[in-house]
């Protein structure tokens, strides 16, 4: 078996000088391009006798066929008994036809063909608000894969950008957040997309009810806004339409999605309006198309060439063999800056799970804690700990190639930076003649991840990489990576307190306490 090996091969691997293998063949050999993308892997923990075992593992487990149960609908989800299928949602008629998914085919492109036609008039400034001006600000209200997603691409692609129309994005329930973005809005150019799966999500209706309110008070003195959600200022996102039009959302201003997209997948759906809006629809169709040559890669490819699961395999080896707790993403791209925390949902949310997809508890470490900011900025920051400090934290530098938004001399820079930083992690230094502080353990592992340019395509790809190295480490802990029940108490638990349901014995008394400070507890 490949566990007891590895385990072996774990309790040397730190005394082992990686300094000293980096020459010219291991370069050549850690190394993988897929779907535009350059992954540079050679400065891992790992020697060959450890990446064929990891293969090994991956071949030998219910991976591949776990992948194709995805691929071809089957409903993997096994704890909400429902199929997932974001990857339908880029896949093309063929691809579905043969994964015998022909008859998804017919309605995902009507879902895209309301994109495009909501998308087209919002740009073409023929989308026209209640005084008949075009609409040049959207306001995508969601939180979770509603918001994160939608946001992370239109700020990556912001080369592709509209001129004259702003995105923005509100999520938090803080009101600060909605009423600030509204203060410096004008209602008449305004429109509010209302994202939500269930069209229940409390954050983002009462995000939305305080955009209403607003556009109530703003055309006082018009008639025709006694119900601002019939209006043409707001438009739905939702698997929910009937809850969407009892909010008074007029059917033919709600896109659809399914039930099978689940939240933090969702930027490849009706979710992604936003998307089509800021950069158009014919860059989410590229978006769509990189994601696609990324999943092929991720069928097709062995496990050995196969860049999601080598990413997925190094991430098992740290957790389950070399105990690290963390991984960080470091995008030296200032556009790519909403990364880590893009990652920290799909990751965190997916893998972070103590009992498997048969509901036995665990009996190893699952995902990591993920974090990251953009270098340079992190340099000045957390990078102390990663070279002295005494936590292994493996990592993922991402860089671009080309920027045309950038500068030679800055991107040069930028660049340089993030190579020298993977080197020295890996390089550290030991001088005798320097006090100890001065000197560095090395021996710190990273993946440098290229991407020639931040195109639609290569970003869509790039997504698309993360969310099968997700699904593969699920897959090899034999946990549901899709569903996430552990963010379902505490909402609920806040929805008694807010309904006065004098559920105050069920807080302890800490809380009893802070509630009463407060003044946040139920009348009684």
């Given at each position: 078996m490949q566990w007891p090996r590895l385990k072996s091969l774990a309790a040397g691997i730190r005394e082992t000088n990686f300094r000293e293998l980096l020459g010219p063949e291991?370069?050549?050999?850690?190394?993988?391009?897929?779907?535009?993308?350059?992954?540079?892997?050679s400065r891992n923990l790992v020697a060959d006798e450890v990446m064929g075992l990891l293969a090994e593992l991956a071949e030998s487990s219910p991976l591949a066929a776990h992948r194709e149960a995805m691929f071809s609908g089957e409903a993997i989800n096994t704890s909400e008994e429902r199929p997932v299928l974001h990857t339908a949602l880029r896949a093309a008629p063929e691809d579905l036809q043969a994964d015998?998914?022909?008859?998804?085919?017919?309605?995902?492109?009507?879902?895209k063909n309301r994109i495009r036609e909501v998308s087209e008039r919002i740009r073409a400034g023929e989308w026209l608000g209640h005084t008949g001006k075009p609409v040049c600000d959207i306001v995508n209200l969601g939180i979770g894969g509603s918001d994160v997603g939608p946001k992370l691409a239109c700020e990556a692609l912001k080369e592709f950008a509209h001129g004259r129309l702003r995105c923005h994005f509100v999520s938090n329930v803080d009101g600060e957040a909605i009423h600030s973005t509204l203060r410096?809005?004008?209602?008449?150019?305004?429109?509010?997309?209302?994202?939500?799966k269930t069209f229940?999500?409390?954050?983002?209706?009462?995000?939305?009810?305080?955009?209403?309110?607003?556009?109530?008070?703003?055309?006082?003195?018009?008639?025709?806004?006694?119900?601002?959600?019939?209006?043409?200022?707001?438009?739905?996102?939702?698997?929910?339409?009937?809850?969407a039009m009892q909010a008074g959302i007029p059917e033919d201003r709600i896109l659809l999605f399914d039930e099978w997209v689940g939240g933090r997948y969702s930027l490849w759906s009706s979710i992604g309006l936003s998307i089509a809006?800021?950069?158009?629809?014919?860059?989410?169709?590229?978006?769509?198309?990189?994601?696609?040559?990324?999943?092929?890669?991720?069928?097709?490819?062995?496990?050995?060439?196969?860049?999601?699961?080598?990413?997925a395999l190094l991430g098992l080896w740290y957790a389950n063999f070399l105990a690290a707790e963390s991984h960080a993403v470091i995008p030296y791209c200032e556009r790519l800056a909403q990364l880590p925390s893009y990652l920290q949902q799909l990751d965190m949310e997916s893998n972070g799970k103590s009992?498997?997809?048969?509901?036995?508890?665990?009996?190893?470490a699952t995902g990591p804690i993920v974090w990251g900011l953009a270098g340079t900025n992190g340099q000045h920051s957390f990078f102390q700990l990663l070279h002295q400090g005494t936590h292994?934290?493996?990592?993922?530098?991402?860089?671009?190639?080309?920027?045309?938004?950038?500068?030679?001399?800055?991107?040069?820079?930028?660049?340089?930076?993030?190579?020298?930083?993977?080197?020295?992690?890996?390089?550290?230094?030991?001088?005798?003649?320097?006090?100890?502080?001065?000197n560095y353990p090395g021996n710190r592992p990273s993946n440098v991840l290229l991407l020639?340019?931040?195109?639609?395509?290569?970003?869509?790809?790039?997504?698309?990489?993360?969310?099968?190295?997700?699904?593969?480490?699920?897959?090899?802990?034999?946990?549901?990576?899709?569903?996430?029940?552990?963010?379902?108490?505490?909402?609920?638990?806040?929805?008694?307190?807010?309904?006065?349901?004098?559920?105050?014995?069920?807080l302890d008394a800490g809380a009893q306490a802070l509630l009463d400070r407060l003044r946040l507890g139920s009348s009684g």
């Open positions: 291991r370069a050549a050999r850690y190394r993988l391009e897929a779907a535009g993308l350059y992954l540079d892997y015998g998914l022909g008859e998804l085919a017919g309605k995902i492109e009507a879902q410096g809005l004008d209602p008449e150019t305004t429109l509010v997309i209302v994202s939500s229940t999500t409390q954050e983002t209706l009462l995000n939305a009810r305080t955009a209403a309110t607003w556009f109530q008070e703003s055309f006082q003195d018009r008639p025709g806004m006694e119900n601002p959600y019939a209006s043409p200022h707001f438009i739905a996102v939702t698997a929910a339409p009937a809850k809006i800021s950069v158009g629809y014919d860059n989410f169709t590229r978006m769509l198309e990189g994601a696609r040559q990324m999943d092929r890669h991720f069928r097709t490819a062995p496990a050995a060439e196969n860049m999601p699961v080598v990413l009992v498997t997809a048969s509901g036995e508890s665990v009996a190893h292994l934290v493996p990592m993922d530098f991402i860089g671009i190639v080309e920027d045309k938004l950038s500068s030679p001399e800055h991107h040069r820079v930028l660049l340089t930076n993030m190579i020298a930083q993977s080197a020295a992690l890996m390089a550290g230094r030991q001088n005798e003649d320097l006090p100890p502080w001065r020639d340019r931040l195109t639609p395509e290569n970003f869509g790809a790039l997504i698309a990489l993360y969310e099968h190295k997700v699904f593969v480490q699920g897959s090899l802990w034999n946990i549901n990576s899709f569903d996430q029940w552990g963010v379902e108490l505490g909402k609920e638990l806040a929805r008694r307190l807010l309904d006065e349901s004098d559920d105050r014995d069920a």
